[in-house]
């Protein structure tokens, strides 16, 4: 099969690791599969314009809060030019693309050009309201938009079942049209045998409770620390090892403080640093994850043999059962998850045992390839309705 892969990510974000993973997973079962990137942001997050850089930023400081999504939604008309020509020079059987909010440039240009379209949805455009309040949010649009194309999608794949739930919810879809694909490891990268990164001696001998990610409101960070806080006073020989940037890191620092030594904070760091830094790990900690989230990181800790404590939502049921591959607990209670964290710390055998069967369920239907072969999938079953209408 010929893919065209496009999607809206630039910069350094973690996404890329994503689309990597997929087109490399892809390419090694035996199909074409071509990325372009569409962001026309710069790094820095301005737009390609004609304006001076003076006036742009003077522009951006006093209307960037309400020009925004107006912007992204003014731009879907050059996305779909730009997309009608790769369409053309690509001639690709389908079009897979991964979904950005109030971006519906993807289902005019695929429509236009009567090309088979698959959409990879991450998350609901309902979340961008609750994360992303640093702007004006256009009323209405974000649900209209979501509706608009993924009705006109001939299949979609969503990373976890309560996604896919909250879709044919909201948008009266058939739940026929969606297939669940959680994210997947790179077990060549993520296993048990690696070595720990150098860093990681820092931190005396003892039980290493770990957490990758940036440091928002939306994961929990005052969880971590308040878990961190009641661990390390009843076990001394809990250590804790933070791996991120963000808002709130600074005050998870200041909290922590009293633990001295105790406390390895690295600040960001590159993917490809992280996995000897997991290696450090004993227990790995999702203080917090949205309803609808597959995190990568769990998956990428449970490769690595890592014990994983998390919520009990629904995707991460999908990914652990409890007591067998992780410890879930009670969402947003602080109690319930330093109960789990300080069971394990207590409990070597446990860990151990937790760690192993991750790993094993991993390598068994977790891995990147697996993660390709259902999106090629709904690839083929989009291209097979095609063919029937036609």
């Known amino acids: 099969m010929?893919?065209?892969?496009?999607?809206?990510?630039?910069?350094?974000?973690?996404?890329?690791?994503?689309?990597?993973?997929?087109?490399?997973?892809?390419?090694?079962?035996?199909h074409k599969v071509d990325?372009?990137?569409?962001?026309?942001?710069?790094?820095?997050?301005?737009?390609?314009?004609?304006?001076?850089?003076?006036l742009r930023a003077a522009v951006k400081k006093r209307l960037g809060r309400y020009l925004h999504e107006p912007k992204e939604i003014l731009w879907n008309r050059r996305y779909a030019r730009r997309l009608g020509a790769l369409l053309d020079e690509k001639a690709p059987d389908v079009l897979l693309a991964r979904d950005e909010v109030l971006n519906y440039s993807f289902a005019q240009a695929a429509s236009r050009r009567r090309v088979p379209l698959v959409v990879e949805v991450n998350a609901p455009a309902v979340e961008?309201?609750?994360?992303?309040d640093q702007y004006w949010h256009v009323p209405l649009a974000a649900n209209r938009i979501e509706a608009w194309k993924l009705?006109?999608?001939?299949?979609?794949?969503?990373?976890s079942g309560a996604l896919r739930d909250h879709l044919v919810s909201r948008h009266g879809l058939a739940a026929d049209k969606f297939t669940v694909v959680p994210n997947g490891a790179d077990?060549?990268?993520?296993?048990?045998?690696?070595?720990?990164?150098?860093?990681?001696?820092?931190?005396?001998?003892g039980v290493v409770v770990g957490f990758v990610g940036s440091f928002q409101k939306w994961h929990g960070?005052?969880?971590?620390?308040?878990?961190?806080?009641?661990?390390?006073?009843?076990?001394?020989?809990?250590?804790?090892?933070?791996v991120g940037d963000g808002p709130q890191l600074e005050p998870v620092r200041c909290q922590l403080e009293d633990l001295g030594p105790r406390?390895?904070?690295?600040?960001?760091?590159?993917?490809?640093?992280?996995?000897?830094?997991?290696?450090?790990?004993?227990?790995?900690?999702?203080?917090?994850?949205?309803?609808?989230?597959?995190?990568?990181?769990?998956?990428?800790?449970?490769?690595?043999?890592?014990?994983?404590?998390?919520?009990?939502?629904?995707?991460?049921?999908?990914?652990?059962?409890?007591?067998?591959?992780?410890?879930?607990?009670?969402?947003d209670?602080?109690?319930?998850?330093?109960?789990?964290?300080?069971?394990?710390?207590?409990?070597?055998?446990?860990?151990?045992?937790?760690g192993a069967a991750a790993t094993a369920r991993v390598r068994e239907e977790l891995t990147w390839t697996d993660n390709a072969r259902k999106v090629l999938g709904a690839c083929d079953k989009a291209l097979g309705l095609r063919g029937k209408a036609a």
């Open 2 to 30: 010929k893919l065209l892969y496009v999607h809206f990510l630039y910069g350094e974000d973690t996404a890329l690791n994503h689309v990597r993973q997929f087109s490399e997973a892809a390419r090694a079962l035996g």
């Open 35 to 54: 990325v372009e990137a569409l962001n026309f942001a710069n790094a820095d997050g301005r737009g390609s314009s004609d304006e001076g850089p003076d």
């Open 128 to 132: 961008s309201r609750l994360y992303l």
């Open 151 to 159: 009705r006109r999608a001939d299949q979609v794949t969503v990373v």
């Open 187 to 205: 077990v060549d990268v993520f296993h048990p045998e690696i070595e720990p990164a150098p860093e990681v001696a820092a931190l005396e001998p």
């Open 221 to 242: 960070t005052e969880m971590l620390s308040s878990m961190a806080q009641s661990v390390g006073a009843e076990h001394e020989h809990a250590r804790f090892l933070f």
């Open 263 to 331: 406390v390895l904070l690295t600040g960001r760091r590159a993917h490809a640093e992280v996995p000897g830094l997991v290696a450090g790990f004993d227990i790995g900690v999702v203080a917090q994850a949205a309803f609808y989230m597959s995190p990568l990181k769990v998956l990428e800790w449970m490769a690595a043999g890592v014990a994983v404590v998390a919520p009990a939502y629904g995707p991460l049921q999908e990914l652990i059962d409890d007591g067998v591959h992780g410890l879930l607990f009670e969402p």
């Open 333 to 354: 209670s602080v109690k319930a998850l330093t109960n789990a964290v300080a069971r394990l710390v207590a409990d070597p055998e446990l860990r151990q045992r937790l």
